[in-house]
């Protein structure tokens, strides 16, 4: 019997791995060591801030897996030997493959600063990041986050449920303005500043310095500031997790090479999920895309492919979802953060500071490209078949209200936003 493995139990290998039995009876095997079982990575925040207990995070009961012939092994692996088909554990145990699955996730990014492997200083990626946060803030009083990304926004806010003072520091001119446009930007800086977060925009790190007993004591800026701290954490951004797999032959750029089967260049090996980079993206898709339901979906095609139906990984118009504090984010298509000849934004902010709109379009033939959304949920479905017929600007702005969530349960706000648009299309000169 063929024995699929894959390494990783994140979003990616789990639905792989799902996929694969709904369609055959290959043998399976999911190496993690991580967790014993498969977790809900994006509620790791909710555990830490007391809404949910860690039983809470796992989607499946634990005879799930024995029920379904999926065996799980708890384990690092530590080398792969491609021509064996063989996998080295730090244990000495070795297991051999047919077909292998590299779903290994990511990793917190580190820029070489002094003083970043000090106890006290870390990112926050995996449980095991989570619990070193629980003892790293049973005393703390006073936080600094380096970083302006998803991550960060996520540790101010759980920090903050614990009356942890947090300096934000961020070295754009608005908090994520090299993925939101700038009034976005500015949108999202005020709001996490409400909050009572001390964000600190234009600022960089030059070192992090110890105290006692080698653990953090302050960080100092470029500007020769220094900012005394118990926890440092380090949240600009993520990178693949592939540092066991270099010097072998496994082609590597950023992240595991993939084709649009998620094929590497070794036969029978494949790469999902937040370490596959592919090779050849669709047009205004990212050839890395660390998300869940980036994850979630390439694990359902290459399920089909590895069960006999050879299917290319095609995740159609990007869109995303997150959120700041208590403020909803949604994207979808392409809003860039900067206007150019081929692009232009049209902004929307509701008096009280909650809700906002960017829409992006094409000023030579007013084309749809794409929306930013905080405050008000839209239909994934509706913008996507706009993107897909390649809509007019003027279709969507008259049209906003039926790709409205929930009118039902919230004041609605497209006279008003169609008002301000088309003043503004008014006043805009291409």
């Known amino acids: 019997m063929e024995h ?23 043998k399976i095997t999911v190496i993690s060591a991580e967790s014993d079982y498969f977790f809900s990575r994006t509620a790791l925040m909710y555990v830490y ?24 092994k708890n384990a690092y692996v ?37 003083g970043e492997d000090l106890d006290g200083v870390q990112g926050l990626v995996s449980k ?40 934000f520091l961020i070295r754009e001119e608005a908090f994520w303005h090299n993925i939101l446009p700038l009034q976005d930007a500015k949108f999202i800086s005020a709001h996490i500043k409400s909050h009572g977060i001390d964000l600190q925009e234009n600022t960089e790190i030059q070192k992090i310095k110890a ?19 118990d926890l440092v954490g380090l949240c600009a951004g993520v990178k693949p997790n592939i540092a066991f797999l270099k010097n072998t032959s496994l082609e590597l750029d950023r ?35 660390a998300v869940w339901y980036v994850g979630r979906m390439m694990g359902e095609t290459l399920a089909q492919t590895l069960t006999g139906n050879k299917m290319p990984y095609k995740p159609g118009n ?43 379009f094409n000023p030579e033939n007013e084309e749809f490209l794409g929306i930013n959304t905080f405050g008000i949920r839209m239909r994934h479905a509706v913008f ?23 009118p039902e349960f919230y004041k609605t706000y497209e006279k008003e936003i169609f008002r301000n648009f088309q003043q503004d299309l008014t006043a805009k000169t291409f």
């Open 128 to 167: 095991q990041d989570l619990e070193l946060l629980e003892k790293n803030t049973k005393k703390c009083q006073q936080a600094v986050i380096i970083g302006g990304g998803l991550i960060g926004v996520e540790l101010a806010e759980m920090l903050s449920t614990r009356n942890i003072n947090v300096k």
């Open 49 to 72: 801030m007391g809404h949910m207990q860690w039983r809470h995070l796992k989607p499946y009961e634990d005879w799930f897996w024995k029920k379904n012939k999926i065996a799980l």
């Open 211 to 229: 105290g006692k007993n080698n653990r953090v004591e302050a960080v100092e800026t470029k500007e020769r500031e220094e900012i005394k701290c």
């Open 384 to 406: 996507d078949a706009w993107l897909n017929q390649k809509a007019s600007l003027n279709m969507v702005l008259r049209n906003l209200e039926s790709a409205n969530f929930d």
């Open 4 to 26: 699929i493995v894959i390494i990783g139990n994140g979003i990616a290998g789990i639905t792989c791995a799902r996929h694969i039995r709904k369609n055959s009876n290959k």
């Open 78 to 114: 530590e080398q792969i030997d491609f021509e064996q088909k063989t996998l080295h554990f730090s244990s000495k145990e070795t297991m051999i493959y047919d077909k292998l699955v590299l779903a290994t996730g990511s990793v917190y990014n580190k820029f070489g600063w002094d």
């Open 255 to 289: 992240g595991i090479l993939v084709d649009e089967f998620l094929a590497t260049n070794i036969p029978a090996v494949y790469a999902i999920g937040d370490c596959a980079q592919v090779k050849n993206p669709l047009p205004h898709r990212k050839s890395i895309e």
């Open 318 to 360: 990007w869109f995303n979802s997150a959120k700041f504090f208590d403020i909803e984010y949604q994207t979808y298509g392409k809003v860039s953060p900067t206007e150019n000849s081929e692009e232009k934004h049209l902004h929307w902010e509701h008096a009280n500071k909650t809700k906002a709109i960017t829409i992006a």
